[in-house]
C-alpha cells in the first residue's frame, strides 16, 4: 500500500503564493495518474488538479485554472501543487491522491476513482 505525504501548506496572504509537495512511497509512481483534491470546512472534498501518468498532460478544475499548476518528479516519488494568485475561496486542507488503477485515468476528477489518499496539508489564505 502507498503512503502519501503531504507537505507545504500554511498562511499566506491574499494574492499570494504556496508550493504543496506530496511524497510517495513504493515504487511505479510514474505508473499512476495523481492527483490534488481539497476540502473546505462544511464542503464536499472536489477536485483541483491531476497530472496522469502519461507526461505532461495536466487537467485542472475550473476555479483554479490558470493559477495553479500540477506538477511531478517521478524520480523523487513526489507530486507538486504551485498555487498563485491565492483567494479567499481558496482556504482548505489540501489532499494528494493516487489513482486506483495504473496506467489509466487520464483526466479522472471523480473522487471515487482514487483509492490512495494522503493525510492532507492546510493552507489558509488572509485577507
Known amino acids: 500500500q502507498v503512503q502519501l505525504v503531504e507537505s507545504g501548506g500554511g498562511l499566506v496572504q491574499a494574492g499570494g503564493s504556496l508550493r504543496l509537495s506530496c511524497a510517495a512511497s513504493?515504487?511505479?509512481?510514474?505508473?499512476?495518474?495523481m492527483a490534488w483534491f481539497r476540502q473546505a470546512p462544511g464542503k464536499e472534498r472536489e477536485f483541483v488538479g491531476g497530472?496522469?501518468?502519461?507526461?505532461?498532460?495536466?487537467y485542472y478544475a475550473d476555479s483554479v485554472k490558470g493559477r495553479f499548476t500540477v506538477s511531478r518528479d517521478n524520480a523523487k516519488n513526489s507530486l507538486y501543487l504551485e498555487m498563485n494568485s491565492l483567494t479567499p475561496e481558496d482556504p482548505a486542507i489540501y489532499y494528494c491522491?493516487?489513482?486506483?488503477?495504473?496506467?489509466?485515468?487520464?483526466?479522472?476528477?471523480?473522487?471515487?476513482?482514487?483509492?490512495?489518499w494522503g493525510q492532507g496539508t492546510q493552507v489558509t489564505v488572509s485577507s
Open positions: 491522491a493516487r489513482y486506483g488503477t495504473p496506467y489509466s485515468g487520464i483526466h479522472s476528477y471523480q473522487l471515487e476513482d482514487y483509492d490512495s
Open positions: 513504493g515504487r511505479a509512481f510514474s505508473s499512476y495518474s
Open positions: 497530472n496522469s501518468w502519461i507526461e505532461r498532460t495536466q
